[in-house]
């Protein structure tokens, strides 16, 4: 009970957030809205800045959380890099698909720094995970350490256009569908990474 009634609490605090801006709500606010006593609150929550900072750090691993599930899992490096890359394609799209136009101009607007503390801390937990998953296919000797060292900046690089150009849906100057983009940025870093069989 007591965790659903912090959940509900960050899920309140987020909309709120959303809406208004951060400076703009107050713990009076999310009691009101949550339907609880600002007395519920403070059981939970020292003051605004414990949920807010909250908020980010739930938000960010909900970012996360497919490419977490990938890097735990058991697959082999090769395709745990894979999976890894759809895994990070399927979350753009998602994102952006699931985007109203109101949350979009909340970004630009009330919601700027929110958004861009939870996008800085998903490419914190992002650069975490990728690492962690090169250095095991390293270890194993499918992945090139020299091409390995490159690949979570280039990875970054390449990921940071990928949403631009998908948030503005415009893919036209590259003469490909964001589906073939993402079919030849897989295959590419995967051909890179490998260790290639010596003849």
């Known amino acids: 009970m007591a965790s659903k ?4 609490l960050l899920d309140v605090a987020r909309q709120l957030f959303a809406s208004n801006g951060v400076e703009k709500t107050t713990m009076n606010d999310i009691a009101t809205a949550s339907d609880k006593g600002r007395r519920t609150i403070y059981t939970y929550f020292k003051n605004k800045k414990e949920i807010y900072d909250a908020v980010i750090e739930r938000e ?5 959380l497919k490419l977490r599930a990938v890097v735990t899992s058991n697959l082999a490096p090769a395709e745990k890099l894979k999976r890894f890359l759809e895994a ?12 109203t136009t109101s949350q979009l101009l909340s970004y630009i607007t009330l919601d700027y720094k929110r958004l861009e503390r939870i996008r800085t801390l ?7 995970l990728i690492s962690r998953m090169i250095d095991e296919g ?3 000797g499918v992945f090139d350490p020299v091409q390995a060292k490159l690949l979570p900046g280039v990875y970054q ?6 949403d631009f150009c998908h948030l503005r849906n415009n893919f036209s100057q590259f003469n490909m569908t964001a589906s073939e ?8 870093l995967i051909n890179t990474i490998i260790v290639k069989p010596t003849i």
């Open 122 to 128: 998903a490419v914190a937990k992002e650069q975490g």
């Open 157 to 162: 690089m390449i990921f940071q256009g990928f």
């Open 181 to 188: 983009i993402r079919s030849s940025v897989i295959n590419f």
């Open 60 to 64: 960010s691993e909900a970012i996360v």
């Open 138 to 140: 390293v270890q194993a």
């Open 5 to 8: 009634t912090r959940e509900r």
């Open 88 to 99: 990070r394609f399927d979350i753009v799209e998602e994102t952006i698909h699931e985007s």
